[in-house]
């Protein structure tokens, strides 16, 4: 492999990027592509906050007084995740069209929109329902950036090390989600921007009268945005290696095991995005006794912290093997929240119902990891198998179309596991209306895991699989 070293740029350009090659990795590879991780992390932090802020947003609208229905109240839950999971496709093949850094920057920029249209209409409750549903629609930005962000990250890596800098990635970003459920609640009880953040809502609480500035919710990103943004724009770089054409990243739409880990990407990342849109709606709909933004934070919490250790492990163990006993786990799990319903043997046991929904998150973070870590694993043995491994410039041309190959399914991947988002929220709140209750949604998601289950084990998990990773 190529050992020269980084050498002249244009820019911020890198010219020469070899990240298989041991020398250069030790020399300057390590060190440039960590910088270009840590700007990227919270950049997608961001994006996942904003992404997920009309998870809290939408609880709250009712006491300022919004007349919307629940089932429009799942509509707004679920929006930003139908048309993030949309604006994905798109992004997948970003990265390699325009250049990680300008892209993760204009794309960061772009957050400013929602940020700033949500903090301005939550203030007047005349603002109609399409107004509110557009701007629910626009902080699918939030979910595009996962993407591309994903694609990026993953060409400055070598293979052994793409499982755990992709969980870093994914993880600390997908903080956000907990994040933004965490510190609304928080931020919208006093005026931390004076007068640039507008006029107080009253709302009656627990018969108290109290004024609230449920603005902040969007308005406190608005800063963090515009110097992630610049912080992207100065301090990333773009890759000359990982320049292809959209026609040379194509390609997978006719590879099988692209396909297969979107099903399997759904059931993982899908879980996690819907099980923390529609959370907050869930609880405050089965347990109405309960503050669901007291609770809801702590589930994408631990989906988000444990990714980075799903990739460690499957680092270690294999993705396949670990991939397919979380499945298992995750079946089970959803088994327990049908239990601890209201309408289930137990008559309703709230913190039996919690506790099944931490270990459903607890999964879904492992196997967001798990299944991130295979798809590079995957792309970079089928173009392998294709070359004679003594000709080291036709390895080096493979492994170049690998991580290619790979980067796009990391991108379409999350673009298909995105649409989760939207169906998890959407299910509960057509089960609810058709039904008066979940169940029937929740028994469709056990279906579906088993189908995932069985997927993992022959392709991939079993003894001769066709492709073991």
Same mark, same amino acid.
Not at 223 to 250: C, H, T, V
Not at 300 to 324: H, I, K, Q, Y
Not at 428 to 434: E, K, P, Q
């Given at each position: 492999?190529?050992?020269?070293?980084?050498?002249?740029?244009?820019?911020?350009?890198?010219? &020469?990027?070899?990240?298989?090659?041991?020398?250069?990795?030790?020399?300057?590879?390590?060190?440039?592509?960590?910088?270009?991780?840590?700007?990227?992390?919270?950049?997608?932090?961001? #994006?996942?906050?904003?992404?997920?802020?009309?998870?809290?947003?939408?609880?709250?609208?009712?006491?300022?007084?919004?007349?919307?229905?629940?089932?429009?109240?799942?509509?707004?839950?679920?929006?930003?995740?139908?048309?993030?999971?949309?604006?994905?496709?798109?992004?997948?093949?970003?990265?390699?069209?325009?250049?990680?850094?300008?892209?993760?920057?204009?794309?960061? /920029?772009?957050?400013?929109?929602?940020?700033?249209?949500? *903090?301005?209409?939550?203030?007047?409750?005349?603002?109609?329902?399409?107004?509110?549903?557009?701007?629910?629609?626009?902080?699918?930005?939030?979910?595009?950036?996962?993407?591309?962000?994903?694609?990026?990250?993953?060409?400055?890596?070598? !293979?052994?090390? !793409?499982?755990?800098?992709?969980?870093?990635?994914?993880?600390?970003?997908?903080?956000?989600?907990?994040?933004?459920?965490?510190?609304?609640?928080?931020?919208?009880?006093?005026?931390?921007?004076?007068?640039?953040?507008?006029?107080?809502?009253?709302?009656? !609480?627990?018969?108290?009268? &109290?004024?609230?500035?449920?603005?902040?919710? #969007?308005?406190?990103?608005?800063?963090?945005? /515009?110097?992630?943004?610049?912080?992207?724009?100065?301090?990333?770089?773009?890759?000359?290696?990982?320049?292809?054409?959209?026609?040379?990243?194509?390609?997978?739409?006719?590879?099988?095991?692209?396909?297969?880990?979107?099903?399997?990407?759904?059931?993982?990342?899908?879980?996690?995005?819907?099980?923390? /849109?529609?959370?907050?709606?869930?609880?405050?709909?089965?347990?109405?006794?309960?503050?669901?933004?007291?609770? /809801?934070?702590?589930?994408?919490?631990?989906?988000?912290?444990?990714?980075?250790?799903?990739?460690?492990?499957?680092?270690?163990? *294999?993705?396949?093997?670990?991939?397919?006993?979380?499945?298992?786990?995750?079946?089970?799990?959803?088994?327990?929240?049908?239990?601890?319903?209201?309408?289930?043997?137990?008559?309703?046991?709230?913190? *039996?119902?919690?506790?099944?929904?931490?270990?459903?998150?607890?999964?879904?973070?492992? *196997?967001?990891?798990?299944?991130? %870590?295979?798809?590079?694993?995957?792309?970079?043995?089928?173009?392998?198998?294709?070359?004679?491994?003594?000709? %080291?410039?036709?390895?080096?041309?493979?492994?170049?179309?690998?991580?290619?190959?790979?980067?796009?399914?990391?991108?379409?991947?999350?673009?298909?596991?995105? +649409?989760?988002?939207?169906?998890?929220? !959407?299910?509960?709140?057509?089960?609810?209306?058709?039904?008066?209750?979940?169940? #029937?949604?929740? +028994?469709?998601?056990?279906?579906? +895991?088993?189908?995932?289950?069985?997927?993992?084990?022959?392709?991939?998990?079993?003894?001769?699989?066709?492709?073991?990773?």
């Amino acid at each position: 492999m190529n050992s020269q070293p980084l050498g002249s740029r244009r820019g911020r350009l890198l010219e &020469i990027w070899t990240p298989e090659d041991k020398a250069f990795w030790e020399r300057e590879g390590e060190a440039v592509a960590r910088l270009n991780l840590w700007i990227s992390v919270p950049a997608l932090f961001l #994006a996942f906050a904003i992404w997920q802020v009309w998870s809290v947003v939408a609880v709250s609208l009712p006491s300022l007084g919004f007349h919307y229905s629940t089932n429009q109240l799942f509509w707004l839950a679920a929006a930003p995740a139908l048309s993030g999971a949309t604006l994905r496709i798109f992004y997948s093949f970003m990265v390699p069209l325009v250049g990680g850094r300008r892209w993760t920057a204009i794309s960061t /920029a772009s957050l400013l929109i929602p940020a700033l249209g949500i *903090g301005f209409a939550v203030q007047d409750n005349t603002t109609s329902y399409p107004t509110m549903l557009l701007l629910a629609l626009l902080c699918g930005f939030g979910g595009g950036n996962f993407s591309s962000s994903m694609a990026n990250i993953s060409f400055f890596f070598p !293979k052994e090390r !793409k499982g755990s800098a992709l969980g870093v990635n994914a993880g600390l970003g997908n903080l956000g989600v907990s994040v933004v459920q965490f510190l609304s609640p928080l931020v919208v009880t006093a005026g931390v921007f004076g007068i640039f953040g507008g006029a107080p809502q009253t709302i009656i !609480k627990n018969h108290e009268t &109290i004024q609230v500035w449920t603005q902040n919710a #969007a308005f406190i990103w608005v800063p963090w945005i /515009a110097i992630a943004s610049l912080a992207a724009w100065f301090g990333m770089n773009d890759l000359a290696e990982a320049k292809a054409s959209f026609s040379e990243q194509a390609v997978i739409f006719r590879r099988k095991h692209n396909w297969l880990m979107c099903v399997l990407y759904l059931g993982t990342f899908g879980s996690f995005i819907g099980y923390a /849109a529609g959370f907050p709606l869930l609880i405050k709909s089965q347990f109405p006794g309960i503050n669901p933004l007291a609770y /809801a934070w702590l589930g994408p919490l631990v989906g988000a912290v444990v990714r980075p250790f799903g990739g460690w492990l499957a680092d270690r163990l *294999g993705g396949a093997r670990v991939t397919l006993w979380n499945f298992v786990v995750m079946a089970c799990a959803v088994g327990g929240v049908l239990y601890f319903l209201p309408t289930g043997p137990s008559g309703g046991v709230f913190g *039996g119902f919690f506790s099944s929904f931490l270990v459903l998150f607890l999964t879904t973070g492992i *196997g967001n990891g798990s299944t991130f %870590r295979m798809i590079p694993v995957i792309f970079q043995t089928l173009k392998l198998r294709e070359v004679n491994p003594k000709d %080291r410039d036709a390895v080096a041309r493979a492994t170049k179309e690998g991580n290619t190959e790979a980067a796009a399914t990391l991108g379409f991947s999350a673009a298909m596991a995105a +649409y989760g988002g939207f169906f998890i929220p !959407k299910s509960y709140g057509s089960s609810i209306a058709l039904t008066g209750g979940p169940e #029937a949604a929740l +028994y469709v998601f056990i279906a579906f +895991y088993l189908i995932c289950i069985a997927v993992t084990w022959w392709h991939y998990a079993r003894r001769n699989a066709p492709m073991p990773c």
